[in-house]
């Protein structure tokens, strides 16, 4: 330690092992952190006298000030900085999540919405507000427009993707025309996967890559209803994922989902 550090609290010494990771974690971290470290709310208040510049003043916070029981039949408790008012507020006409993408496309479309970068250390690059929900609607109708989700009673779709703007944008255009987002995701296992495929009865699935895409190509005969893959980036490997589909399911780029489209108006 040098000498224009402050001292750890004594206090804390006696909770929390004094390694790097501790010491970074009080020295470095807001209150909030804290908190959510287990702390008791003696020793945040000797951070409260720590000189970091980090941790905000615990004098502006209240530990007496603890939910109350409002209904005790149905175990409903409040805070009582809300005390007997509205709970939440809302915007009119705002009744789902859909609701509240077109609520913010008209209150800002030109505002930053959904951004991506190269490196973790690069620049994001942006789409507004408009393109995006431009682009939201184009993934519902197109969806619709498949004959391997117009056939079928089950709406469900898969996303198999980490996340990404294109997962985003595909669940909202989901939910724009009455369908049904299923996620999947690697750490559940093949088996998992495979399980969630057949319960949902799925009939399309966007990938984000031809290695994911495989895994679905490969156990497409323990996958009776998959008939469409969807993928973001095929990394230049769309003509050899199709030969390896051997025609029992169609593998389309989402660029061409967008354009395979027939203009369905949002639920």
Known sequence: MTGDE???????????????????????????????????????????????????PVSTFRFDNEAFIKDAENGIYVSKLVGDGNLIGGFDNVNCVFDFLQNSVARGPDRQFLGRRSS????????????????????????????????????CIGLYATNCPEWLMMELGCWAHGLVAVPLYD????????????ETELTVVMCDSPTRARCLIS?????????????????????????????????????????????????
């Open 6 to 56: 402050p001292a750890i609290p004594s206090l804390a010494k006696r909770h929390i092992a004094y390694t790097d990771v501790a010491r970074t974690l009080l020295l470095r971290t807001h209150v909030s952190a804290a908190v959510h470290m287990g702390l008791p709310p003696q020793l945040l208040r000797e951070f409260s006298n720590m000189k970091s510049g980090c941790l905000l």
């Open 120 to 155: 973790p250390t690069g620049p994001y690059e942006w789409i507004n507000y408009k393109q995006a929900y431009e682009t939201v609607l184009l993934c519902g109708s197109g969806l619709l427009h498949l004959q391997s989700v117009a056939s079928v009673a089950s709406k």
């Open 187 to 198: 750490t559940l296992g093949s088996d998992a996967i495979e399980h969630i495929c057949n």
């Open 219 to 267: 156990n497409r005969s323990s996958l009776p209803h998959l008939r469409t893959i969807i993928i973001i980036s095929p990394d230049g490997e769309l003509d050899n994922l199709r030969a390896e589909a051997e025609g029992q399911i169609e593998v389309l780029l989402f660029q061409d989902l967008l354009v395979r489209n027939s203009g369905l108006t949002p639920l």
